[in-house]
């Protein structure tokens, strides 16, 4: 059964950092392209990054360019997502997604986590 | 980027009755090498994660219902349930992946009439 369970959301300042953890099981990682989703209260699904399966290749949405990092380590079947001067705007449930083993960057998502909450707040 | 718009933001249906979803495309997520419409569809219902339902714009998820289709190319997209059941309240989304962002439309909320 394939699984992708969430961890490290937590609440944090403006101007704070985070790192989230996704812990895989039940499919060969290291094929697939992961990506991190989002959704913030009240507001519809966004994509945030993804992660090539070597880890060659990285892309981020422009709201979080320089200042959040996607890394994977296949060994310990793990993606991860470091986020440094998060805004109020960054508060969201964050998704750890699996994309597709053969489609250039990632295809479609058919495989969730149940996410993990991030709350930017004084 | 490839902006992806829904129509409507929320409907509502009475169950049994047929609910139509639109998606259109800032540009074209046809290609043509492959012959394929790089869309996809996913079903939210509150404090759960997306499930997805269609992919290539048109082939079901397994484990799907057959009650939801997917259709059209190009930029215009739709998806059908054709029989609304109770069990499909939940907010819809499209998603592109012809190109890097990845975007989802804004969502559409079904509800019961």
């Known amino acids: 059964e394939v699984q992708l369970v969430e961890s490290g959301g937590n609440l944090v300042q403006p101007g704070g950092s985070l790192r989230l953890s996704c812990a895989v099981s039940?499919?060969?990682?290291?094929?697939?392209?992961m990506s991190w989703v989002r959704h913030a209260p009240g507001k519809g699904l966004e994509w945030v990054a993804n992660?090539?399966?070597?880890?060659?290749?990285?892309y981020y949405v422009d709201s979080v360019k320089g200042r959040f990092t996607i890394s994977r380590d296949n060994a310990k079947n793990s993606l991860y997502l470091e986020m440094n001067s998060l805004r109020v705007e960054d508060t969201a449930v964050y998704y750890c997604?699996?994309?597709?083993?053969?489609?250039?960057?990632?295809?479609?998502?058919?495989?969730w986590g149940q996410g993990t909450l991030v709350t930017v707040s004084s | 980027d490839i902006v992806m718009t829904q129509s409507p933001d929320s409907l509502a249906v009475s169950l049994g009755e047929r609910a139509t979803i639109n998606c259109k495309s800032s540009?074209?997520?046809?290609?043509?090498?492959?012959?394929?419409?790089?869309l996809a569809w996913y079903q939210q219902k509150p404090g759960q994660p997306p499930k997805l339902l269609i992919y290539?714009?048109?082939t079901r998820e397994s484990g799907v219902p057959e009650r939801f289709s997917g259709s059209g190319s190009g930029t215009d997209f739709t998806l059908t349930i054709s029989s609304l059941q109770a069990d499909d309240v939940a907010v819809y989304y499209c998603?592109?992946?012809?190109?890097?962002?990845?975007?989802f439309g804004q969502g559409t909320k079904v509800e019961i009439k």
């Open positions: 997604a699996r994309g597709r083993p053969d489609l250039r960057w990632g295809g479609w998502f058919a495989s």
């Open positions: 039940g499919f060969t990682f290291s094929t697939y392209w």
């Open positions: 992660i090539k399966q070597d880890g060659s290749e990285k």
């Open positions: 540009q074209t997520v046809f290609y043509s090498p492959t012959n394929k419409n790089y």
């Open positions: 290539w714009a048109s």
């Open positions: 998603q592109q992946y012809y190109g890097i962002p990845p975007a």
